[in-house]
């Protein structure tokens, strides 16, 4: 599985990325959307240098796929790492009215500074980042009641940014998800790929599926029963817990071989729809 090199990294993203350097002088907090089944891997780790000396917000979206206990844990790693934070299922809504009062007590000295120079209702202006398919746009539309397309960056589309008003004090810059060009741990390009934040065809379907497998059977082994019908001991490696999946759900093909293809295709999409349940595949005391 080779995700180490510069070769997949899309170019556009290079140019979001200068616009967004360019911009940040003028915004006065930076939210991060993060989802909350990866809360470290789907960190852009650019993001610090691009933010540095802006108040943040760290977004944990998707908390309706990710384990709830999970999510309080990391919720409470980034306070003590001086981010706000809130919670959200951005595609019901759940949380969203959390976001404008989050902002405001992140600003509340800024808000104050403001007013003692007669500055009163400035309009706040704050950047909102995330890695491609992280929920940013389904948020943004959310937390606005937007209903117009979200600001992309590819060829032959050429919204780059986009001013999205909150309300008469509070703006939004969406910008178009951004990756990073290198994975110092291998182990974030393959969470990224698990959810999906990666296309497939980058990656190896079946290396990537067996190794959900083996995570989940370690991690998650009721799920993976009540679903997969298989447990720790039906394989000694991971293609071989694929394998037993497979023979389990009855994808064979000829003489009786399992069909690695389907039963590969099949685990992601059922981990990527829920279907499978909801699960958090890091912790934050794992790599600190
Ligand atoms: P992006 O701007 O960061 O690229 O992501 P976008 O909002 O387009 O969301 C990508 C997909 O993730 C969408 O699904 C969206 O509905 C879903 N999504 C976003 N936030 C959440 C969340 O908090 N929970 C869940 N379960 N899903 C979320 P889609 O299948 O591409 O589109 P749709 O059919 O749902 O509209």
Redesign the pocket.
Known sequence: MQLDSLSWFPGHMTKTKRMVVAEMGHMDAVCE?VDARIPRSSRNPDVDEMAAGKPRLIVL?????ADPAATKRWAEHFRKKGYAVIE?????GKGVQQFAPAVRNLLKDKIRAYEEKGQVGRVLRLMVL??????????I?KVSGRKTA?AEDRPGVTRTKQWVPIDKTLELMDTP?ILWPKFEDPAVGVKLAFTGAIRDDVLDREELAARLLEYLVAHYPDAVQQRFKITAADGENCFELLEAAGRKRGFLISRGEVDFERISRILLDEFRG?KLGVFTLEMPEETE
């Open positions: 959307i979206n998707r908390v309706d796929q959200v299922d951005a595609k019901s995330g890695i491609p398919n992280v929920g940013k746009s389904t948020f539309n979200k998800g829920g």
